[in-house]
């Protein structure tokens, strides 16, 4: 497979061929005098590692099938998305391990979904229940850390799990925070009202992420110290951000992606199962959710308290370019080759050798969203077509 498309990194026009799976060349291709108007741009495929489910159906569910899993992971790949973290949220063991299970086997029953899950996200049950940083996590199933029940859940996932996004808040977090890292999975922190000293010892233990930074926090925060600031200051986190247009505001994201540095800045899309579902009153996990006419997911019956997002990662992409001027280069590289890093995987650039996971898309500066034209798994177009890349 051979086509034309224009590089993300350096804006240049590239010949690029593919075969067996990888990318086999890319060389400078000749511009013609149109060719920068009808060219896509070219990147690698998109990675989120936050992702709860898809068009009605939460990964944190009974109801979940390895085929549901399946049909949202490949769903996806009409957002540029070729690699994803189903993430489950706060809820009983029994719900979890039902939904780890299912994961774990969708993974092993097609290979395109085993490639494309780059591991599970487990955001929860260990949170406060405290309004506010719990955010629509259900109070009844949040939870003190509980090594054996964590262990339970990695057993039921095949070992799936990659990201356990967790409050520091409990006294046995620091020995709980260690014991998990030394397992191999990513303590994230996220949905916490932690003190400064409490997130150093998580630090100090292990933990390497900020979970979607600045949301999930009480509404009214004292202005310093708090645990925004302490977060920020840490070099030693990386941190998510939703950048959705809706979760942070343009300022904000700036502000965090300034403090952080954009490489160490992760997009997440953070979907709710009800992404891709119209506007209306829906029953989650637990309470009764709202999309509003904006696009807006909310804890049903006021407009603020925000239960999950709906814009899928490009989105992300094109807005955090506007927001924090950072450019294209930059934005892309905060949803590949961040989180493939944080991961610890390999992959999300354009060289020979790698696999062709990649998108193609339309975006110009002025553009609220990337349109994503084709998409490419190991080699072969699961979305859109090459049409204008020929
Ligand atoms: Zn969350």
Redesign the pocket.
């Known amino acids: 497979m051979r086509f034309i498309a224009r590089r993300y990194d350096n804006r240049e026009l590239a010949e690029v061929s593919l075969a067996d799976g990888r990318v086999a060349r890319v060389v400078p291709a000749a511009p013609s005098s149109d060719s920068h108007e009808v060219h896509p741009w070219i990147a690698p495929g998109f990675v989120d590692v936050?992702v709860n489910g898809y068009d009605g159906q939460e990964f944190s569910s009974l109801e979940l099938t390895p085929e549901k899993v399946a049909a949202i992971v490949r769903r996806h790949y009409a957002f540029g998305v070729t690699g994803i973290c189903p993430t489950l949220?706060t809820q009983s063991v029994e719900m979890l391990s039902h939904g780890m299970r299912a994961i774990a086997a969708a993974c092993e029953s097609w290979p395109d979904v085993g490639r494309a899950v780059l591991g599970i996200h487990l955001?929860?049950p260990y949170f406060s229940t405290e309004d506010g940083p719990r955010?629509?996590?259900p109070k009844e199933h949040c939870r003190r850390p509980n090594w054996d029940e964590f262990q339970r859940l990695q057993a039921a996932a095949s070992g799936r799990i990659a990201i356990l996004?967790m409050s520091p808040e409990f006294d046995e977090a620091p020995e709980f925070i260690a014991r998990v890292s030394a397992s191999g999975v990513i303590v994230a922190l996220?949905?916490t009202g932690a003190s400064g000293s409490q997130i150093r010892a998580a630090v100090d233990a292990g933990a390497r992420l900020s979970?979607?930074l600045g949301?999930?926090s009480h509404r009214v925060l004292r202005r310093h110290p708090n645990y925004l600031w302490d977060q920020m200051a840490e070099d030693r986190l990386m941190a998510s951000l939703i950048v959705d247009g809706h979760h942070l505001p343009p300022e904000v994201v700036k502000t965090m992606v300034r403090a952080k540095t954009p490489a160490r800045c992760v997009l997440v899309s953070?979907e709710s199962g009800l992404a891709g579902l119209p506007p209306g009153r829906y029953t989650g996990s637990g309470c009764e959710l709202e999309i509003l006419a904006d696009g807006r997911l909310v804890i049903a019956g006021q407009d603020q308290l925000l239960a999950?997002a709906s814009a899928p990662i490009g989105v992300g992409v094109a807005n955090v370019m506007r927001f924090a001027g950072v450019d294209l280069a930059t934005a892309v590289e905060m949803a590949t080759v961040n989180p493939l890093q944080l991961l610890g995987k390999r992959g999300g650039g354009l060289r020979p050798g790698e696999r062709a996971d990649l998108v193609l898309f339309h975006w110009k500066p002025s553009d609220a969203a990337l349109e994503v034209v084709a998409t490419i798994a190991s080699g072969t177009v699961v979305f859109g077509d090459l049409a204008d890349a020929e």
Request: cysteine-free; overall charge negative.
């Open positions: 936050q949220t955001e929860g955010g629509a996590h996004t996220g949905h979970t979607h949301n999930g953070d999950g």
